[in-house]
C-alpha cells in the first residue's frame, strides 16, 4: 500500500479523537462542573493540564464562531485538495505521508463534529494553563493537536528541504568556479 503511513496516521489522529470525544461528551455534566486534573505542577496554581467539556462552533480560538458553515466548505474543500493534489505534494514521500495523515485526521475528526453532533460544533476538551507567564491556551482536542503538528512538521520540513536545496546550490556554484 503505498500510502500505509498516511493511513495510520489517519486512521489513529480520527480513532483517539473521537473516542476521546464520545468519553468526554458521556462526562460532560460532570467535567463541565469540575475539570478532571491530569497534570498539577506547582501546588497552588491552577492545574498545567486538565480536562474540562466545551464545544466550539469555530476554528482556532473561536474564530470564525458565526460561520460554522463555512468552516466546514473550507475543510471538504482542504481534503478535496490534499487529494487531487497529493501528486503535487509529493505524498509518496514518508515523512509528507506523515505530515498529511496528522492533518487529514484532524480535519476529519473535527468534520464529523461539525456534520453529526447536534449543535454542529466541535468539542474541545484539553486545558492548558502555564503558571510561569500566567496564560491559559485556548482549550483543544486531539483533531486540533494533529492539524497543528501535521502543520508544524510540514514548515519544519519545508524550511530544512529549502535549506538543503540552498547549500546544494552553493555547492555546485563553488565546483563551477
Do not use: H
Not at 501535521?150 to 568556479?177: C, Q, W
Request: charged share 20%; glycine share 6%; aromatic share 16%.
Amino acid at each position: 500500500m503505498i500510502y500505509l503511513r498516511f493511513w495510520l496516521l489517519f486512521a489513529g489522529v480520527l480513532l483517539l479523537d473521537q473516542a476521546s470525544k464520545a468519553w468526554v461528551v458521556e462526562n460532560s455534566v460532570e467535567l463541565r462542573r469540575n475539570p478532571m486534573e491530569v497534570l498539577d505542577l506547582i501546588e497552588g496554581d491552577p492545574c498545567f493540564l486538565e480536562f474540562t467539556y466545551v464545544t466550539n462552533p469555530g476554528a482556532a480560538w473561536s474564530m470564525f464562531s458565526d460561520y460554522p458553515e463555512v468552516l466546514t466548505l473550507l475543510a471538504v474543500v482542504a481534503l478535496a485538495c490534499i487529494y487531487f493534489f497529493r501528486k503535487n505534494l509529493e505524498l509518496a514521500k514518508p515523512p509528507i505521508q506523515i505530515i498529511f495523515g496528522l492533518i487529514c485526521g484532524g480535519i476529519v475528526g473535527n468534520l464529523a463534529d461539525r456534520i453529526f453532533r447536534d449543535p454542529a460544533e466541535v468539542v474541545d476538551f484539553v486545558d492548558v494553563y502555564f503558571p510561569i507567564v500566567n496564560y491559559d491556551y485556548p482549550i483543544f482536542n486531539i483533531a486540533d493537536s494533529g492539524i497543528f503538528l501535521g502543520a508544524f512538521g510540514y514548515l519544519f520540513l519545508s524550511f530544512f528541504e529549502s535549506r538543503k536545496e540552498k547549500d546544494k546550490k552553493s555547492d555546485n556554484e563553488t565546483v563551477g568556479s
